[in-house]
């Protein structure tokens, strides 16, 4: 027999009821579409598009020590392209990075030259690296100038001190300790490379900050809106010094592990690289007016391009080629996040 509904179990379902109608979710309910037109979403697709088109069109494109031997060409880069997001994002951005692994490896060069041991060069060109970068930040901060003009400036004053102390010659004395560094694997079975190794451990460091800390949060405030960052209190001059400074110290990484690997330093060393840094960030879905990326994102693309860049080049395909492809990739990586956000909005 059915029990009557007492009075206050009555006023209990009300309230209940009134509570889950005015309840406010966290975020808002995700249909698969949208998870599918998420830009990690199509770089995943793109990445097994690449990975498969290679099998196909080369037998030797997953032997292991090749794959190993790939990330060689892309490594430092990526390593650089981290931090690079992280400026992006906060409207800012870096064009003398590859200056400043020109002008870290001069000075990694010489003290080789002058008998220094690893732990020396290493120091010396991450520092010189880290110099630079305050540098940039100082000037950016305080200066009022537009990052972008203020890092070409440099990026010719540093380039521009590389090629005068050198010349047209090459530094080519290393310690084996240190060229061992880059020409040896860090991990014997299956065969990773230091550069790739190092670029896993801080693409996790850098995923954490960014996604999981309270700083990282004030990234994203910055890139959003500056100037309402800064009235509700986040130091903004601060931090962009900050990730000047960190650009250029993994710029000074870079540098070091680019002379490890290749025994020489000439003064067009890292030619072009700010440009390939900028599309790996833009490819993966840091948008370039700021405020909006992941570091998971930057991830893929630079498995999309290193491997891409990889599998042409098992096919023989010319390097001018490739660059046409990157340029036009760039470009589509720029397009396409607007068009898809387009397409989300009106459904």
Not at 224 to 236: D, L, Q, T
Not at 309 to 327: A, D, E, Y
């Amino acid at each position: 027999m059915r029990e009557p509904v007492t009075v206050s179990n009555e006023s209990e379902a009300k309230s209940a009821a009134g509570a889950e109608r005015y309840r406010v979710a966290d975020h808002a309910p995700r249909r698969l579409a949208d998870v599918l037109l998420r830009w990690e979403s199509i770089l995943v697709m793109l990445l097994i598009a690449v990975i498969i088109g290679n099998i196909v069109k080369s037998p030797y494109f997953l032997d292991p020590y090749n794959l190993a031997d790939a990330t060689y060409n892309f490594s430092e880069k990526a390593i650089i392209a981290l931090v690079m997001a992280l400026l992006i994002l906060v409207r800012e951005i870096d064009l003398s990075v590859a200056a400043i692994v020109a002008l870290s490896a001069l000075v990694v060069g010489f003290l080789g030259a002058a008998g220094y041991g690893p732990f020396v060069l290493i120091v010396a060109g991450i520092a010189i690296g880290g110099l630079c970068g305050a540098f940039n930040g100082f000037l950016v901060t305080r200066s009022g100038v537009p990052s972008i003009v203020i890092t070409i400036g440099t990026m010719s004053l540093f380039r521009g001190l590389a090629q005068v102390s050198l010349g047209d010659q090459a530094l080519t004395t290393y310690p084996q300790a240190f060229l061992d560094l880059g020409q040896t694997y860090f991990i014997d079975w299956p065969p990773v490379p230091l550069s790739f190794f190092i670029f896993l451990v801080l693409a996790a460091v850098f995923a954490v900050f960014l996604h999981l800390t309270a700083t990282g949060r004030r990234l994203f405030a910055i890139g959003a809106n500056p100037v309402a960052a800064r009235f509700s209190g986040i130091r903004v001059d601060r931090i962009r010094f900050a990730l000047f400074t960190l650009s250029g110290l993994l710029s000074g990484l870079g540098a070091v592990l680019l002379t490890a690997r290749i025994g020489t330093m000439r003064p067009n060393i890292a030619l072009g690289w700010e440009l390939d840094i900028i599309t790996v960030v833009i490819l993966g879905g840091v948008a370039i007016s700021g405020g909006i990326g992941t570091i998971g994102g930057v991830v893929l693309a630079v498995f999309v391009l290193g491997l891409t860049t990889f599998g042409l080049s098992l096919m023989n395909v010319p390097g001018i080629v490739i660059n046409v492809l990157l340029g036009l990739l760039l470009i589509i990586s720029i397009a396409a996040p607007i068009l898809i956000r387009r397409v989300v909005r009106r459904h």
